[in-house]
């Protein structure tokens, strides 16, 4: 019996894999195929995230952030300059600790205009 996955897994999950007695059936992505497979694996994770709490939401966390530090490299930079990046935002428009919901913006017509 053969079970289809179809996805980007972690380098050592063929090893578990013949460890159990299956035969994994592999193959190395090309670089396209390897950023739409970590594009796809981020959805995946961010699912998992939004399902789970407690322990196993910080594992799927952990799983989120190894497939944004591989994207970044994708992008020839590391998890460090995406760190860099999301302190300099922090610094520019704030973090998310405070809470802060935006409802609306009330504004005048003239600048309402100009933004049209």
Known sequence: MNTEYNKLVRDNIPEIIKKRGAEPITRTLTKEEYKIELENKLLEEYQEVLESSGRERLEELADMLEVIKYLAKVEESSLADVMIMAEKKNGQK??????????????EEETEKLCR
């Open 94 to 107: 704030g973090s998310f600790k405070k809470r802060v919901f935006l409802e609306s913006v009330r504004e």
